[in-house]
């Protein structure tokens, strides 16, 4: 004799249909709906909602926002992040253009070495950027190497070519429709702030952070609005440290001081750099760092110089409302003047 099934008092019930009907009311939202929902997620967790439902199957396929990191991979062996990296950039639709694109790595460089153009971490970003993200992401662990070339001109390596036909000439190419753009940890090529009006048409946020900086030139953009330069690798002369963009509202540097190869290296200076009209908010962090075989008269000289050019720059800041210094001492403050600058907008 076969028992009956156990009746459900009257709050189970309710509380199975308050159930039932809350997953119906999400699996009737719209897909442009469920696709912002997701966006929201990381890439690992987007694929994985495709086993809530078979309507759900498809659908991180067709988010527009592409985040690949490698922490949601903490415990497991590179080779299954390295498949599902692959897999998810070879799965976004030819068509699809992206709203952002980020790829963060920790991994040391011995998992990406630079090896022929032809690295792990290369292929990613060539295949993030062949969907036109308007905002991209790069992030690299200390010691790794990890290039940014999208505009690198080589004969041997094959890459597909954007139809320019649809967006006008362009010489950006993939990186036309990039706003922002964040680099930590990675290597520059040469000319690349030099190049951002015309490589990068619509940038209006550029942040650098720990970049290895071949030779640094002018930042040129009429576009760029906000620029953060933190603690960047190689050497930046002072007198090269000229910014041509009308458009720029906010900046902040965070640079090394009195090191070999460091921002604060003399140099030859530029006629006639161009002020920064529409700049209102800035900030200037020193980290000084020491090194016992240089002399303190040659340390003192080279401090002075480093001053009288950061006295200069800030005269080029007429409206700034709102400056922050950090690193300066009260001494050199007093004896340089330093604050006594052109910025009155104060």
């Avoid at 719209?30 to 498809?58: C, E, K, M, N």
């Avoid at 020193?286 to 080279?302: A, G, K, M, Q, V």
Wanted: charged share 20%.
């Amino acid at each position: 004799m076969q028992s009956s099934p156990p009746c459900l008092t009257a709050d189970q019930s309710s509380s199975k249909r308050r159930r039932a009907d809350a997953a119906d009311r999400l699996g009737d939202l719209p897909d442009s709906l469920l696709h912002s929902i997701i966006s929201f997620l990381g890439s690992r967790q987007a694929v994985q909602t495709s086993v809530l439902s078979r309507r759900w199957s498809y659908l991180w396929r067709d988010v527009p926002c592409v985040a690949i990191d490698e922490r949601e991979f903490t415990g497991d062996n590179w080779e299954p992040f390295e498949d599902f990296a692959d897999h998810m950039l070879t799965s976004i639709p030819l068509e699809t253009q992206l709203d952002a694109f980020s790829l963060h790595l920790v991994t040391g460089s011995l998992r990406y070495s630079y090896d022929n153009h032809y690295n792990t971490a290369d292929r990613w970003i060539r295949r993030g950027l062949r969907h036109f993200p308007a905002g991209v992401d790069i992030r690299a662990a200390h010691g790794t190497t990890v290039h940014w070339q999208p505009h690198r001109s080589d004969p041997s390596v094959a890459r597909q070519q954007p139809d320019l036909s649809v967006m006008g000439s362009c010489a950006a190419g993939f990186t036309s429709r990039v706003t922002t753009l964040r680099l930590v940890g990675v290597q520059l090529m040469d000319g690349f702030f030099k190049e951002l009006g015309r490589q990068y048409p619509a940038l209006e946020e550029l942040h650098i952070e720990r970049c290895q900086i071949p030779k640094f030139s002018a930042v040129t953009s009429p576009t760029l609005r906000s620029l953060v330069l933190v603690e960047a690798w190689y050497s930046i002369p002072c007198a090269h440290l000229t910014i041509t963009a009308p458009r720029l509202a906010s900046l902040r540097l965070q640079i090394f001081y009195l090191r070999e190869n460091c921002i604060c290296s003399t140099g030859e200076a530029q006629p006639d750099p161009e002020p920064l009209p529409s700049l209102t908010e800035g900030s200037i962090r020193l980290t000084e760092t020491f090194f016992p075989h240089i002399r303190y008269r040659e340390r003192r000289r080279r401090k002075l110089e480093f001053l009288q050019f950061i006295r200069r720059f800030l005269g080029l800041f007429p409206n700034v409302t709102k400056l922050h210094l950090a690193g300066f001492t009260t001494t050199v403050i007093r004896s340089d003047r330093l604050m006594t600058h052109a910025c009155s907008s104060i």
